[in-house]
């Protein structure tokens, strides 16, 4: 099940279609951009109504592995969600919704014992930004980018992230971009 904000994208990524996405796309059927409708192989995710990850919305479709990467909060949720199934959620050092999607993608695979294929899709995509990096030097430190017609602050009533952005509300639109490695503070 995919808890998180972007988290379905990283359980299409090895090759699994998840039971059930959390709904934050702003009407994207079944709560998954179009980028990723083909990774669904014709299945159709359950989606619970916006904002509602309570423990019985999460458990009704059966998950046998719930991804709660890009959740935010899901860490102080962990202990009764992985009575459901086993959990993944973010590293600890990460803030909420900042996870890279490299390293999102790399646990998710590795929780669903698909590493390599998840690895894949992960070393595909940096060629590609890597060619166009190369092709369009005067992007160079553009902070971010929106899918075509969407804005910073587009979301559906009562969601947690910006489906623009995948930022949780508030948050500078393109801050997502920025560093989000851990620190050394403890």
Same mark, same amino acid.
């Given at each position: ?59 009704? $479709?059966?998950? =046998? /592995?719930? &991804?709660?990467?890009?959740?935010? *909060?899901? #860490? ?44 894949? $899709?992960?070393? =595909? /995509?940096? &060629?590609?930004?890597?060619?166009? *990096?190369? #092709? ?51």
């Amino acid at each position: 099940m995919s808890l998180g904000c972007t988290d379905q994208d990283a359980i299409l990524a090895p090759g699994v279609v998840p039971v059930a996405n959390r709904e934050f796309t702003g009407n994207q059927p079944p709560a998954t951009w179009p980028w990723a409708q083909p990774g669904l192989a014709r299945r159709t995710p359950t989606v619970p109504p916006v904002g509602d990850v309570s423990t019985e919305s999460v458990a009704a $479709p059966g998950p =046998d /592995l719930i &991804a709660g990467i890009s959740a935010g *909060r899901a #860490q102080e949720r962990y202990g009764i969600y992985s009575t459901i199934a086993p959990m993944v959620a973010a590293p600890p050092g990460f803030v909420d919704h900042r996870t890279p999607w490299q390293d999102a993608t790399r646990l998710t695979g590795q929780a669903l014992g698909r590493s390599t294929e998840a690895e894949k $899709p992960v070393a =595909d /995509l940096e &060629a590609r930004l890597a060619r166009a *990096r190369q #092709q369009y030097p005067a992007l160079a430190g553009a902070a971010g980018v929106l899918p075509r017609g969407a804005r910073p602050d587009d979301r559906p009533p009562g969601s947690t992230c910006s489906p623009a952005t995948g930022s949780p509300p508030g948050s500078a639109p393109n801050s997502w971009a920025r560093s989000t490695r851990p620190t050394s503070s403890s």
